[in-house]
Structures are given as C-alpha cells and as structure tokens.
C-alpha cells in the first residue's frame, strides 16, 4: 500500500519535471514515443469533434493533457520506487518488456489498493475532462480512459529505465517472423500480440487488450504461412481483427505486422484481412474422452 500524496513532494517533482522536458528536446526517441501516444488518443477523441470549433479545442489542448498525465505516471512510479517501505516483486526487474507493460495496472493496483484518491489526477487532466463535457461531451469517455492508460504507460517508462531492471536476455535463434514467443510484441498503445503456435512453415499469433484497457479481452489472430510452389515460396498472412477495433486502427495494426516480417518474405507476401466479432477455441474430443462420458453416463 501506499498515499500518493506523501510520494509527491515538491523538490522530487521538479527534478522528474526537468528531466522529462529536457528528452523532449533532445531525446528523439522518446519524442516520437510520446507523439504515437498522442496522435493515437487524439484520432479517437477528434472522431467526435464535428465542428472547426471542437477540432481546435481538441487540437489546442490535448497535447499537454497527454504530456501531464505521462508525468504523473512517470512521478509517481520513481517515488514508488525510491521508497524503501514499498517492496517491489522481485520478479518485475527480469520480466521482459512487453510483460511489464501489460502487467503495470496489476502492478499499481496492488501499491495502492487501500488509497481512496485517484494517483492518476492531474489539474490538467481534470480540466480537460471537465471541458469536454461542455464541448465534446461524447468523447467524455474515451478522454476519461486516455488520461488513465497515458499515465500507466508513464509508470511502465519509469520502472523499465529504472538501473535495477534488466529484463531476460532473448535467445535471437527462438524468434519466429513475427517477433519473440518470449515476450508480448505491442501493436499499438491498447493492442498486442503473443505467439500460440509455430513450425517451419507457420505461425499463430493472438491479440489481446492493454490489461489496463481490458484484462483478457480477444481481439485478433494471425498467421503466416510459408507456401511451397515450383519456384520461390509465397508468404500468406492472414489477420482477424475484431470489429471493435476501428477500420483506421485495424490498418495500422495490419501496417505494424507487415512491417515485423523480413524484407525478403514481404517481397513475396500476400496479405489478407478479416473483420470478425469473436472467437470460439473448438478442442476436439479423443475416443478416451467419450468413452468416460458414456461410461458417466451409465453409472
């Protein structure tokens, strides 16, 4: 447990405020980290802005609501950290990124389980949010939600540039065509894939939600398929997507998987993506299963 309020004094927070403004101006990086972060949430909110006078509203102000809340994340986690009272797992400092990131909720969740305020709340946020409602009232909720996610993700920034995280080396001669079967591979700020299954010729891949958007929640496969012909082999890959996921998300996540595979096997490459609404895990049922049913239902 712990009272965000005593982590935040006001020496600390400059110094974290300092630091942090002086990579945007040098650090292009983490420039670019931040302005994905941005434009992500930006397009989802500016999909409810119907006049010249709510674009801009959205186009003024949102971007330090997103720098805000990434602080308050990135504050709040070193304080976390630096605080010798508060015991981190041990086990976080060599789980590899993309476990971390997902796992980062969990993670504060837990610090601050028996604190009634919210860790996440920044004047600036707050402010926003409350502008919102007068002027873009349908967006409340995706604002509501972006203020919460950006600052987890600053969390994650801070514990995986902390000195005592190492992560697990990754044996390069494991990874598949899509990435590592040893760590969750982000498509986007709320989407990843996690390996299922592979052979020479073929790998499948699932994609979940951001636990901090939803834990467990489907929304996709893919697979890529290595196909013999007389000549060079030709590369199907094939994503389902579900249709919760926006069309204009659905092509950058398609664009983000193109691009992880080799040159020479996207040279040869034919793409194909379904929209679908669920999935269904059919297991097939051996002789040995149905003869104990029978035998059940007998007895």
């Given at each position: 447990?712990?009272n965000?309020?005593?982590?935040?004094?006001?020496?600390f927070?400059?110094?974290?405020?300092?630091?942090?403004?002086?990579?945007?101006?040098?650090?292009?990086?983490?420039?670019?980290?931040?302005?994905?972060?941005?434009?992500?949430?930006?397009?989802?909110?500016?999909?409810?802005?119907?006049?010249?006078?709510?674009?801009?509203?959205?186009?003024?102000?949102?971007?330090?609501?997103?720098?805000?809340?990434?602080?308050?994340?990135?504050?709040?986690?070193?304080?976390?950290?630096?605080?010798?009272?508060?015991?981190?797992?041990?086990?976080?400092?060599?789980?590899?990124k993309?476990?971390?990131?997902?796992?980062?909720?969990?993670?504060?969740?837990?610090?601050?389980?028996?604190?009634?305020?919210?860790?996440?709340?920044?004047?600036v946020?707050?402010s926003?949010?409350i502008?919102?409602?007068?002027?873009?009232?349908?967006?409340?909720?995706?604002?509501?939600?972006?203020?919460?996610?950006?600052?987890?993700?600053?969390?994650?920034?801070?514990?995986?540039?902390?000195?005592?995280?190492?992560?697990?080396?990754?044996?390069?001669?494991?990874?598949?065509?899509?990435?590592?079967?040893l760590?969750?591979?982000?498509?986007?700020?709320?989407?990843?894939?996690?390996?299922?299954?592979?052979?020479?010729?073929?790998?499948?891949?699932?994609?979940?939600?951001?636990?901090?958007?939803?834990?467990?929640q489907?929304?996709?496969?893919?697979?890529?398929?290595?196909?013999?012909?007389?000549?060079?082999?030709?590369?199907?890959?094939?994503?389902?997507?579900?249709?919760t996921?926006?069309?204009?998300?659905?092509?950058?996540?398609?664009?983000?998987?193109?691009?992880?595979?080799?040159?020479?096997?996207?040279?040869?490459?034919?793409?194909?993506?379904?929209?679908?609404?669920?999935?269904?895990?059919?297991?097939?049922?051996?002789?040995?299963?149905?003869?104990?049913?029978?035998?059940?239902?007998?007895?």
């Amino acid at each position: 447990m712990a009272n965000s309020e005593a982590l935040e004094t006001s020496d600390f927070s400059n110094v974290i405020w300092n630091e942090l403004k002086e990579r945007i101006k040098t650090d292009k990086e983490f420039i670019d980290e931040l302005q994905g972060i941005y434009y992500f949430y930006e397009r989802k909110i500016l999909k409810h802005a119907t006049t010249d006078k709510q674009n801009e509203f959205v186009y003024k102000q949102f971007e330090d609501v997103v720098f805000s809340q990434f602080f308050q994340g990135y504050l709040i986690m070193r304080a976390v950290l630096s605080d010798s009272e508060i015991q981190a797992d041990q086990k976080v400092w060599t789980m590899n990124k993309g476990f971390v990131r997902n796992s980062i909720a969990t993670i504060l969740s837990s610090i601050f389980e028996d604190e009634n305020t919210d860790w996440t709340y920044t004047e600036v946020g707050h402010s926003f949010g409350i502008q919102v409602l007068d002027e873009l009232s349908t967006a409340f909720d995706i604002v509501k939600d972006a203020r919460t996610e950006i600052a987890f993700y600053g969390a994650y920034k801070a514990l995986i540039e902390d000195s005592r995280y190492t992560g697990t080396e990754i044996d390069e001669t494991m990874s598949l065509r899509l990435g590592t079967p040893l760590d969750l591979e982000f498509l986007s700020p709320q989407v990843f894939m996690q390996a299922q299954y592979s052979t020479a010729q073929n790998e499948i891949w699932d994609l979940f939600l951001w636990t901090a958007v939803q834990k467990d929640q489907w929304v996709g496969s893919v697979s890529v398929t290595s196909i013999a012909t007389a000549e060079l082999p030709v590369y199907l890959l094939e994503i389902k997507l579900n249709e919760t996921i926006t069309l204009e998300e659905k092509h950058e996540i398609t664009n983000q998987i193109v691009l992880r595979l080799p040159e020479d096997v996207r040279e040869l490459l034919q793409t194909r993506l379904y929209h679908t609404t669920d999935l269904e895990i059919l297991v097939p049922t051996s002789k040995r299963d149905e003869k104990q049913k029978k035998e059940e239902l007998t007895h």
